[in-house]
């Protein structure tokens, strides 16, 4: 579908949406979480899950096909997943979901934004190097299957009038 007949809205994830989460989760193909970790996460006071949807403007039917979480602590934001449907991914959306969390995580008193990424994951080092995230540290064998992780960081700039 053209991306012209497509609207693209952002809203807090809720238990109704998990099945829908799961299934992207999967599709996107890196190390997909169990429902029970989802459960735990929508009820992690700490933690802010959101759901992006795309609705067809002719029928106004919406469709999950992206997800992001992080949790806020201590004035820095850590991105636990982002994801976008396989079928809608390199069309720039990733780059807009990003975005909604940066602000997100900017309305939480957030001064910063943390992720780990793995070393060959060259579509997401792409967004994240968009944003001008930089290298912080190489983690070798992070993951289960033994791949490198990139620490990277990016800190938000200060918005005019901070003082700090
Ligand atoms: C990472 C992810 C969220 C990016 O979403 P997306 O909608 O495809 O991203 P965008 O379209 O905004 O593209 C991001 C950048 O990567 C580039 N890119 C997209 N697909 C690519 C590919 N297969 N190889 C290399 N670069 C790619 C894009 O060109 C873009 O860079 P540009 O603006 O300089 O052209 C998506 O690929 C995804 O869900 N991947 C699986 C889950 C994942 O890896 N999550 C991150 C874990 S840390």
Redesign the pocket.
Known sequence: MADEELTFDLREMQGKDIDAVMA??RR???FPWSRSSFEQELSNPIAGYFIFTATNQNDQTAVPI?F?GQWYVAGEAQ?M??????D???????????DAMIKQAQVHDCASMI????TD??????????FNFNTLDVREHYYPNGADAYIMELVFPKKIGDQN
């Open positions: 992207i989760d996107a193909g890196l992206g992001a991105l997943k982002i994801a976008i449907d396989p809608f991914q390199g069309r720039h959306l990733g780059h807009l979901l990003l992720l780990e990424v793995r994951n060259e579509p997401a080092l792409n967004l994240y190097r968009n």
